[in-house]
């Protein structure tokens, strides 16, 4: 499965961007995009790859981790294969490169936000967002 993200950039602090996922498939063995669970990771400089928010296969479920709850909105598109992630009231703090990856959802949702190095198989190369105080 091939992710391509877009959407970041430069935004002064408590403005908007809207992130976008656009998942196909590499070979016809790849499942298809919409059986995947698609979640949102931030790698700020210096700090770890973690979740911000995922969605379910179905869009059913979704988590958010609590620094971006209440600002941030997660959204799929099956029939254009798309993610969104809707961020507003951006701060400094949520400055950094975002990826967005692709796993089975297995099980239940924030599990698999959680633990990305074993429930995500596939990971684009990410979009830099850099919040300005």
């Known amino acids: 499965l091939r992710l391509v993200e877009s959407g970041g950039g430069l935004v002064q602090s408590g403005g908007s961007l809207r992130l976008s996922c656009v998942a196909s498939?590499?070979?016809?063995?790849?499942?298809?995009?919409?059986?995947?669970?698609i979640g949102w990771f931030r790698q700020a400089p210096g700090s770890d790859r973690h979740g911000i928010s995922c969605i379910s296969s179905t869009a059913k479920t979704t988590y958010y981790s609590d620094s971006v709850k209440g600002r941030f909105a997660i959204s799929r598109d099956n029939a254009n294969n798309a993610v969104y992630l809707q961020m507003n009231n951006l701060d400094s703090e949520d400055t950094g490169v975002y990826y967005c990856?692709?796993?089975?959802?297995?099980?239940?949702?924030?599990?698999?936000?959680?633990?990305?190095?074993?429930?995500?198989?596939?990971w684009g190369n990410g979009t830099q967002v850099t919040v300005s105080s």
């Open positions: 990856a692709a796993g089975i959802d297995y099980a239940n949702i924030q599990n698999l936000c959680l633990n990305p190095s074993v429930s995500m198989d596939y």
């Open positions: 498939r590499l070979t016809p063995d790849d499942y298809d995009p919409g059986d995947y669970a």
